[in-house]
Nanobody, 129 residues
Framework: EVQVVESGGGLVQAGGSLRLSCQAS????????IGWFRQAPGKEREGISC????????DYADSVKGRFTISRDNAKNTVYLQMNSLKPEDTAVYYC??????????????????????WGQGTQVTVSS
């Protein structure tokens, strides 16, 4: 059974940092790309980034580029999202998804293509101004 559990969310002031963790099990972790997306109330889901085991070049949504960093530790079946210089507009529920691919539209917008339909319950991140 595939299980995906996000953790690390919380309340932080603008300019602060948080590190989210995503622990997954029930499949061969090394074989799959894992990614993060977020959803704020009343807004569409927004892909943030996706990382495979052999990724040496990572892409991010423009809204977080330069502030967020995705990484993975295959020995721990865990993917991380380090979030720095947080802004109130980063407030959302953050989800971790299995089997993703980061893509860009012809107009250059980043999005996360999800193939498995497996993601966790999410972790709330609230950034106060």
């Amino acid at each position: 059974e595939v299980q995906v559990v996000e953790s690390g969310g919380g309340l932080v002031q603008a300019g602060g940092s948080l590190r989210l963790s995503c622990q997954a099990s029930g499949f061969t972790f090394d074989d799959y790309a894992i990614g993060w997306f977020r959803q704020a109330p009343g807004k569409e889901r927004e892909g943030i980034s996706c990382i495979a085991s052999n990724d040496d070049s990572l892409d991010y949504a423009d809204s977080v580029k330069g502030r967020f960093t995705i990484s993975r530790d295959n020995a721990k079946n865990t993917v991380y999202l380090q979030m720095n210089s947080l802004k109130p507009e980063d407030t959302a529920v953050y989800y971790c998804a299995v089997d993703c691919r980061g893509r860009r539209t012809l107009s250059g917008s980043y999005y996360l293509a999800l193939s498995s339909g497996y993601w966790g319950q999410g972790t709330q991140v609230t950034v106060s101004s």
